[in-house]
């Protein structure tokens, strides 16, 4: 049981006061903070003091001593590696659009770049771990995403509604075929047009938009969305294609699952997310970085629809502690709080798992030893399998809230 120093990763598209607040910085931070990450990806690896005094890598840690430290089912399941990686994101723009892969393809991908001898920091890599990629985020605060493709006749109505002359046959494509193949076939001639016809489609495009969106009609926060990013990026097809996503609105506790294949884009919002311990990402547009068309092609699922919000629903043991429940194996996040007064614990069965602070304090003890560990808002702990059961109580009153990321369930 032990406190986590964690990296903070400092893209442009993230906050300059969200995670500063957060760990208890001055504000604002001299530059975007965009990700606070806590897990055992060699990409940044949180640290955890020994007993010399030193910090040692999470990696190095669950590598030493995997049974120990996840337990030896697993270490056994996972291959010594700790499946999930937990993180906050603090977005002030919007991030690329992105899908990622499942195992099979993680796999098939990684071993194919291995063997063409791409470097896995290389710009060009799409597949630096061989693993999948599930997501899970839950909003901290208003959290705003682009995610899977719509309902195809919600879509060409969206299309009829800003429809210019450059647009029309675009959209005839879709209304010919308002289903998944017609979703297929525009979002590939739209991702694949050449730089001249999307600089000649978008300014009308964009102004369509703009009209709705100030008109306050059916799809005005949908136009909106497009204008922003068409701002950002005007000569982007990715401007185009989020007209074929589901816009959603996170309220705070609420959580969206991204399985293998979701196209989504984040655009703005502070959240907590769990994901599997990877960072595979095939880009679908809205970078400057790396696009593989042809592989996100292979990846992408165009099945459409409404993608449902998930609501924390009680654990059987705790109703204080609240799951958000996934078909995902490498990870389960679930989150604490505790009503006004209340400062008795709450048990956590043992296992590897990360406990992070987002509001008041807590003190973790574990139950075999009494040791204590007290973590403060902006703080996380890597409890390993060894450590047993441990509780977790408030620091005086103060309504904390922790989430816990821990291993899926066993399959």
């Known amino acids: 049981m032990e406190l986590l120093h964690n990296a903070v990763r400092p893209y442009a598209w993230g906050s300059r006061t969200a995670i500063a607040e957060l760990l208890g910085r001055p504000v604002p931070a001299p530059h975007p903070e965009a990700e606070l990450w806590m897990g055992a990806h060699p990409g940044d690896p949180s640290r955890v003091s020994c007993p010399e005094g030193r910090l040692r890598s999470l990696c190095e840690v669950v590598a030493d001593d995997p049974d120990g430290q996840l337990g030896s089912g ?17 977005a002030d723009e919007p991030l690329s659009m992105q899908a990622h892969p499942t195992a099979a393809q993680a796999a098939d991908g990684f071993a194919r770049e291995e063997a063409a001898g791409i470097p896995r920091d290389a710009p060009e890599r799409n597949y630096p771990d061989p693993t999948a990629k599930p997501e ?3 909003a901290l605060t208003e959290f705003e995403v682009l995610s899977g493709f719509a309902d195809a006749a919600r879509t060409v109505r969206l299309l009829r ?16 075929q308002p289903d998944t193949d017609g979703l297929r076939a525009l979002f590939t001639t739209w991702i ?12 009308d495009v964009l102004k369509s938009c703009a009209r709705h969106a100030e008109a306050h009609g059916e799809f005005a926060a949908e136009c ?19 007209l074929l996503l589901n816009r959603i609105e996170l309220r ?13 884009l984040y655009l703005r919002g502070f959240a907590v997310e769990i994901l599997a311990n990877s960072d595979n990402i095939l880009r679908g547009g809205l970078t400057p970085k790396h696009v593989d068309v042809p592989e996100l092609l292979r990846v992408i699922d165009f099945s459409r629809g409404s993608v449902p919000v998930l609501s924390d629903e009680p654990d059987s043991a705790d109703p204080r502690l609240r799951v958000y429940r996934t ?26 798992q990360i406990l ?15 040791r204590e560990l007290a973590l403060a808002r902006g703080e996380s702990a890597w409890l390993a399998a060894r450590d047993g059961a441990v509780t977790v109580r408030p620091s005086a009153a103060t309504s904390p809230q922790l989430f816990r990321a821990t291993a899926g369930p066993a399959g």
């Open 74 to 90: 697993c270490a056994r399941r996972w291959q010594n590696r700790l499946p999930f990686l937990l993180k906050v994101l603090a």
């Open 136 to 138: 899970l985020v839950c």
């Open 161 to 176: 509604t800003i429809e210019t002359p450059e647009l029309t046959a675009y959209t005839d494509l879709l209304a010919e």
């Open 192 to 203: 694949t047009l050449p730089q001249q016809r999307i600089d000649d489609l978008l300014p």
């Open 224 to 242: 909106a969305t497009v204008v922003q990013l068409g701002d950002e990026h005007p000569h982007d097809a990715g401007v185009l294609t989020s």
């Open 252 to 264: 705070a506790g609420e959580a969206l699952y991204l399985p293998a294949g979701n196209l989504h």
């Open 327 to 352: 078909d995902a194996p490498e990870f389960e996040l679930s989150r604490m709080d505790w009503p006004d007064g209340d400062t008795s614990p709450v048990e956590l069965p043992a296992g590897p």
């Open 356 to 370: 992070l602070c987002t509001r008041g304090g807590a003190v973790l003890r574990e139950s075999a030893t009494g």
